[in-house]
């Protein structure tokens, strides 16, 4: 199916591993023109020009901390006006509310809402400009259904959740469509770095799977190109009814409707 993406322009944060790395092969497989976001500038530039060659497409990758204002400023600098925008730097947390510091919950606020809020402000003109464009914010299912173990990510993600819907709403009349989609469990590299810590290099496919029999669903963790796949499908004029919405892609975790 042709998506009818090709020669859009999109800015992926955290586009370097992982989920991020995987949309963004996805939308390069369709013809997109890349900026890839990143704080490790060297791996975002590799991937780029891996995906560029690969895909025959103009990919760039940027140094930037997107928890931080003047990071956001420059991905903006760097990105022009652009098409897409997939709001996807983050990462888990784990703490209690009754020990973690101001500084802990400062920072996830900046990382997974301020980034989305200043690249928001800094891109949707552009998109307007082009005449339309996509939003797509990549929470967790942790966003409705909290881990006891990480509730400062909850609670930023569900945060994150607001912010979509409440900018979908804003942009509506401008062809600008926002979603969110919360994933459930992904095998990216940071699931697999944490399992060797927790169960060692013979323990930790046992470890994972024993994470992935307790979410229930399907009991396994999927690809980052599962989540991608879904993720490209709603950046494109194939999802062009949908706005303002949350999409789970997690596998069944999900235990409420
Ligand atoms: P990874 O840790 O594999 O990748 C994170 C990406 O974000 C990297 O490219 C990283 O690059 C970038 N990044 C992190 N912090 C910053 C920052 N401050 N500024 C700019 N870039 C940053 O994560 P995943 O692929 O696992 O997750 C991606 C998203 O999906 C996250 O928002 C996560 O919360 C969400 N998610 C993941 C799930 C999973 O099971 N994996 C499940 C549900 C949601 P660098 O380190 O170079 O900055
Ligand atoms: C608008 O220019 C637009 O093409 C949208 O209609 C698409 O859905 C999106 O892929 C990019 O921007």
């Not at 390069?28 to 995906?51: F, K, N, Q, S």
């Amino acid at each position: 199916m042709d998506l009818g993406l090709k020669g859009k322009k999109a800015v992926i944060t955290g586009g370097t591993v992982g989920i991020g790395l995987a949309i963004a092969e996805g939308l390069a497989r369709e013809g997109c023109d890349l900026l890839l976001v990143g704080r490790d500038g060297a791996r975002a530039d590799a991937e780029a020009a891996r995906i560029g060659a690969t895909f025959g497409v103009t990919a760039r990758g940027i140094s930037a901390d997107v928890a931080t204002a003047k990071g956001c400023d420059a991905a903006i600098a760097a990105a022009g006006d652009i098409d897409i925008l997939i709001n996807n730097a983050g990462t888990g947390s784990n703490e209690t509310i009754l020990e973690a510091e101001d500084a802990k919950w400062q920072y996830y606020w900046d990382l997974h809402v301020m980034a989305a809020v200043r690249l928001a402000r800094g891109l949707v003109p552009g998109m307007k400009r082009r005449g339309g464009g996509a939003v797509v914010h990549n929470a967790s299912i942790c966003a409705v259904q909290p881990l006891w173990y990480e509730p400062i990510y909850n609670t930023t993600k569900a945060a994150l959740m607001m912010f979509s819907k409440t900018l979908a709403n804003e942009v509506v009349g401008d062809n600008i469509r926002v979603n969110t989609v919360n994933p459930g469990l992904v095998l990216t590299p940071d699931w697999i770095k944490t399992a060797k810590q927790i169960a060692g290099e013979e323990g930790y496919e046992a470890h994972l799977q024993a994470v992935a029999d307790e979410a229930g669903g399907m009991k396994r963790f999927a690809a980052p190109e599962e989540v991608a796949a879904f993720i490209v499908f709603l950046c494109s004029d194939k999802a062009s009814y949908s706005t303002g919405s949350t999409y789970f892609v997690d596998g069944g975790w999900l235990k409420s409707v």
